[in-house]
């Protein structure tokens, strides 16, 4: 059974850092794209940003240049590591990786809740 694990949120003051991490396990064979989406309260899920296998990056106009996310194949995990927050970012961040076991299907993570307030 495919498992994503998100680590890293909480709490933060507007203008500080958290870095998310997701580790893909359970007899995965190859991933393919992954990527972070977000879901504030009242609000539909929307895209954070995307990384291909090879390291092409796609990132929502909201976050780009305070975002970075990167990508570990040999871990089957992914980075998110988000700088200058905004209280507008607070929202539950949920992992997404395509993966091949026996065929490709797309998984995700249960969520973690960043909170950017003073």
């Known amino acids: 059974q495919v498992q994503l694990v998100e680590s890293g949120g909480g709490l933060v003051q507007p203008g500080g850092s958290l870095r998310l991490s997701c580790a893909a396990s359970?007899?995965?064979?190859?991933?393919?794209?992954m990527g972070w989406y977000r879901q504030a309260p009242g609000k539909q899920r929307e895209l954070v940003a995307t990384?291909?296998?090879?390291?092409?990056?796609n990132y929502a106009d909201t976050v780009k240049g305070r975002f970075t996310i990167s990508r570990d194949n040999a871990k089957n995990t992914v980075y998110l590591q988000m700088n200058s927050l905004k209280p507008e970012d607070t929202a539950v961040y949920y992992c997404?990786?395509?993966?091949?076991?026996?065929?490709?299907?797309?998984?995700w993570g249960q969520g973690t809740q960043v909170t950017v307030s003073s």
């Open positions: 997404n990786a395509k993966i091949y076991r026996f065929e490709w299907a797309d998984y």
């Open positions: 359970g007899g995965i064979l190859s991933t393919n794209d």
């Open positions: 990384i291909t296998r090879g390291g092409s990056t």
